[in-house]
């Protein structure tokens, strides 16, 4: 008699259609239970799957580490599949884009060591493969039940971050808590969004502040989605739901390349509307103020602008445009807001936008009518010298195509650091209203002659005298175009007309910078 021998190869290859049906249903089981929510949503009005399909394209989504399990057992020892962070990539327009969503019902949104693993080879695929990636922040913070393992993966997705940083695209959006330590990790991102009433983001919540310091406020006050936009400009966009703000994401995706080695997106040249109203935009007395932005929308395609901290600094514009159908970066001091005049808030808030634009190949296209650096004790005391130096650094870092135009005043330092020759700008042009000197006329006036003032019978006649002088001589644009600082004084109907021109002429710039690990930016 011959006994049968069986192998663990014979084995499978004899399993029965019943025993797979067994197994692939027993997959769909394991698949339903890592899809469901691990409760009932706490916050917001999506939950962490809804908001990856609201942002990507229908029916685009991969996910990745779905069958990960918490380290930590909850109550009854259920250590849940996916850890609290759904992670994977898709599509946005057709484009490539990792993503990953926290998610409130499992452990809070808390993160945990599986929690961070997730996150952390997800930023690795994004870098590898070269694509954007988007954050859905919703997070109680650190997971106090895991211990030191939760700081280190915090750790290491900040690196990660720094990494990628001036490589992909990083976007983040607050759609609840954002607090402690997962803080850290947007702001070390390129952008954020937040979500009226809906998002928080700080350091230490308000229980704590009150217990260690006596200060009594709300989150809302402390770290709220405005508090963020206007007061200290952890925030760039300040979204009225969650639909609006991943709509918000998917329109700063449309201006941004995939990665540092690609030219961002190019689109079918938008309208401008006829601008021979613009000859006449400027006021004659430098006291009157008008609206920078009516001055933007007649340049670029459209009239459509992305403004980035549109409520922080108000007194300069950061916004995303497109000219030809080709992405830009817009920066102009914005006249009726303290004149336009750069503080540190302003000056640290271009400067960011300055470097993000550079890092990503996206020209710069600069409005000039500054009145210089805002004086005053709380300024010098605030450091208005090294933040306000942040823009002359960028300006001078940036290799991209830079354009400038001075519209009416650019007096002193505010010449120099608003996209001058002198920083590196490409193509300077400057409209007839344009006033380029050391200051004002009033206070060149004052300073220049003093003696004469206090001795004259009739100091009031003879200071609008000098004035008007001094503002024929030296308050024009042609003493600076006789040396070459600017290129060609235009009229103001003129200038989309002048900058596509220049951007055509500059798609080939190349500027090579000295070899070196990376400059010293007074931060």
Known sequence: ??????????????????????????????????????????RGEFGARERIDRLLDAGSFTETGQFVRARFAEGGGHRPYGDGVVTGHGTVDGRPVCVFAQDSTVFGGSMGEAFGEKTVALMDLALKTGCPVVGLNDSGGARIQEGVASLALYAELVRRNVQASGVIPQLSVVLGPCAGGAAYSPAITDFTVMVDGASHMFVTGPDVIEAVTGERTTAEDLGGARASNAVNGNAHFLAADEGDALETVRELLSYLPANNLERPPEYAPGSAPAADWLDEVVPDRLGQVYDMRDILR????????????????????????????????????????????????????????????DAFGIPLLTFADVPGYLSG????????????????????????????????????????????????????????????????????????HRRELAAADDPEALRARLVATYESTYGTPYLAAERGYVDAVIAPRETRAHICRALRALRGKRAPMPQRRHGNIPL
């Open 1 to 42: 008699m011959t006994t049968e021998v069986t192998t663990p190869q014979a084995a499978e290859t004899a399993c029965t259609p019943d025993r797979t049906v067994d197994r692939v249903a027993d997959l769909e089981r394991r698949r339903a239970t890592a899809v469901a929510p691990g409760g009932a949503r706490r």
């Open 298 to 357: 007649a340049v670029v395609d459209d009239g459509e602008l992305l403004h980035v901290q549109e409520l922080f600094a108000p007194n300069i514009i950061c916004a995303l445009a497109r000219v030809e159908g080709r992405s830009v970066g817009v920066v102009a001091n914005q006249p009726l807001h303290s004149a336009g005049v750069l503080d540190i808030d302003a000056s640290e808030k271009a400067a960011r936008f300055v470097r993000f634009c």
């Open 377 to 448: 004790v709380r300024q010098e005391r605030g450091g208005i010298i090294r933040r306000g130096a942040k823009l002359l650094y960028a300006y001078a870092e940036a290799t991209v195509p830079k354009v400038t135009v001075v519209v009416r005043k650019a007096y002193g330092g505010g010449y120099a650091v608003m996209g001058s020759k002198h920083l590196g700008a490409d193509v300077n042009l400057a409209w007839p209203t344009a006033r380029i000197a050391v200051m004002g006329a009033e206070g060149a006036v004052g300073v220049l």
